[in-house]
Nanobody, 126 residues
Framework: QVQLVESGGGPVQAGGSLRLSCAAS????????MGWFRQAPGKERDFVIT????????YYADSVKGRFTIWRDNAKNTVYLQMNSLKPEDTAVYYC???????????????????WGQGTQVTVSS
């Protein structure tokens, strides 16, 4: 079992930045690929970004390329999401998730993640 807790969400103005954190407990987080997803009201949960177990490989949704960055500190069992140049359309609940899959082909799909955090709200105002 892995427990995931997100933090760092909140309100921000368009063009601003936020850093989300996802702390893992239980089994070592380094055994898992990690991903961030987001869900806006009335919409499906969408893939945002993923990082490999070692942190050496990342994969981004087109909508966040050049604005969002993911990295991980396996010693601290924590994954980070730096979000810059935020837009109102980035408003959503952001979830981190852990997966045993290693290929980005599979890591873009919610069904391939075994563990999820409770989510943190990000609200970007114009």
């Amino acid at each position: 079992q892995v427990q995931l807790v997100e933090s760092g969400g909140g309100p921000v103005q368009a063009g601003g930045s936020l850093r989300l954190s996802c702390a893992a407990s239980g089994r070592s987080g380094s055994n898992y690929s990690m991903g961030w997803f987001r869900q806006a009201p009335g919409k499906e949960r969408d893939f945002v970004i993923t990082i490999s177990r070692s942190g050496g490989n990342t994969y981004y949704a087109d909508s966040v390329k050049g604005r969002f960055t993911i990295w991980r500190d396996n010693a601290k069992n924590t994954v980070y999401l730096q979000m810059n140049s935020l837009k109102p359309e980035d408003t959503a609940v952001y979830y981190c998730a852990a997966s045993l899959f290693t290929s980005s082909t599979y890591l873009v799909t919610t069904n391939n993640y075994a563990y999820w955090g409770q989510g943190t709200q990000v609200t970007v105002s114009s």
